[in-house]
């Protein structure tokens, strides 16, 4: 089991991404924005971060970079999971320190592959 926290603005994501999770045996917690978003990462120290990209205030992008490039939270791997299907956001992501980019809606299988893959599980 794994802690994941989930830095997303959308209410239906979130419960949608929680519910997925949680049947896989996770921990879920989540911040409605980045700012708080890295605040939870810093105190809290998941296992792994699921971040969208278009926030309100700090988007993804400067929110993965704080995060990878902070001491304390660079080795919690962040997956970027955004509506954004262009190549270079998922360059521009991975760029920025994320391990991994999904666009949205991921598959279950696919999802759950990556978070294992990236834990060590698989």
Do not use: C
């Amino acid at each position: 089991m794994a802690r994941i926290l989930i830095i997303d603005d959308s209410p239906t994501d979130v419960k949608v991404f929680s519910l997925l999770l949680e049947r896989h045996g996770h921990q879920v917690s989540s911040a409605p924005n980045a700012e708080e978003g890295v605040e939870m990462a810093r105190r809290d120290r998941p296992d792994l971060v699921l971040m969208d990209v278009i926030l309100p205030g700090m988007n993804g992008f400067q929110a993965t970079r704080t995060l990878s490039r902070d001491p304390a939270t660079s080795d919690i791997p962040i997956i970027i999971v955004s509506t954004k299907n262009m190549e270079t956001d998922r360059v521009w992501g991975l760029r920025q320190g994320a391990k991994d980019y999904l666009v949205k809606p991921p598959s279950e299988r696919e999802l759950i592959a990556r978070i294992n893959q990236l834990l060590g599980g698989g």
